[in-house]
């Protein structure tokens, strides 16, 4: 989930949700929002991801943490898919930003210096990059957990899904905070209405695993349509035990069917080959077999 250097020259990975909204205010009052309010915001189909800059495709989401699919410039931050980084690459155009032409370095000190400017002219994208230095200790920045959350806390209330999303996890896993499951659910909550698939995908896992069917199944559904395979794999899992229909299962195949025709292109492919961490969709899927049912 965190980020690091790409093989670019200061050159950042990208595990920005693309598609990020701002959080209704009741929303955040968890105590007082209404329950039926609150799941009319949550449950709301996000907007689709934004597009790549240069080749106007759908930006893809990541198939993992590890995944790539989408690097930031930390000079304007400007995000692109891998397809077209490795073209601007092949064709030896990697030492400038194509969108405002500063010199792009490899330097960690300069990276972190152009992220402050961001940061000060209230970027939430820099937010989160520079939040994430803080946890990991990337580009030479010292680690600091504390600073690393308010960034992220900030981040998110500028719309930043991610950073939810990312908050979310740390209390999950206690890193840096007490382990704190209500926090951790909350935030994911904040996440997934902004547009946070993986988030979506994590309520959808909380809530099966609290027995709240129905509620797992429309998260999961939502997270197929916007190109989830893990949410595809579970609607599969419960059709074959009876909790989702035929009807059903084939809906979440087509919505996750429509995303990768959206997000597929050669060059993204040649990208993928050339470094498998460029990956962009998960593992083969048998389609047609599974529609064909």
Not at 37 to 60: G, S, T, V, Y
Not at 153 to 175: D, F, P, S
Request: hydrophobic share 35%.
């Amino acid at each position: 989930m965190l980020c690091c250097l790409s093989h670019r020259s200061g050159v950042k990975n990208c595990q920005v949700s693309h598609h990020s909204e701002p959080v209704p205010e009741f929303v955040k009052q968890n105590d007082d929002a209404d329950a039926q309010l609150r799941d009319r915001a949550l449950f709301k189909r996000p907007r689709k991801n934004k597009d790549c800059p240069i080749c106007f495709l759908l930006l893809p989401e990541a198939t993992s943490g590890k995944s790539t699919a989408t690097l930031q410039f930390p000079c304007c931050g400007k995000i692109i898919c891998r397809g077209c980084d490795y073209a601007l690459f092949i064709e030896g155009n990697e030492t400038s930003c194509p969108f405002c032409r500063s010199t792009l370095s490899n330097n960690g000190e300069d990276c972190v210096n152009l992220l402050r400017k961001r940061v000060e002219r209230n970027d939430p994208a820099a937010m989160f990059e520079l939040g994430t230095c803080y946890f990991t200790g990337e580009l030479g920045v010292s680690i600091d957990q504390s600073k690393g959350l308010e960034l992220w806390l900030r981040a998110g209330e500028l719309g930043l899904a991610t950073a939810y999303m990312n908050i979310g996890l740390i209390y999950k896993q206690g890193r840096g905070v007490e382990n704190d499951e209500t926090k951790s659910k909350y935030y994911y909550e904040l996440a997934a209405i902004g547009g946070n698939v993986r988030a979506r995908h994590h309520l959808g896992w909380l809530e099966a695993v609290a027995n709240n069917v129905e509620r797992a199944i429309r998260h999961y559904m939502i997270a197929a349509e916007c190109g989830n395979l893990n949410s595809v794999m579970n609607i599969e899992e419960f059709y074959h035990h009876g909790l989702v229909t035929k009807n059903e299962y084939k809906q979440a195949l087509l919505a996750y069917q429509e995303y990768i025709d959206e997000v597929k292109s050669e060059q993204r492919d040649k990208a993928a080959a050339f470094d498998e961490s460029y990956k962009y969709l998960a593992e083969e899927f048998a389609m047609n077999h599974r529609l064909n049912l």
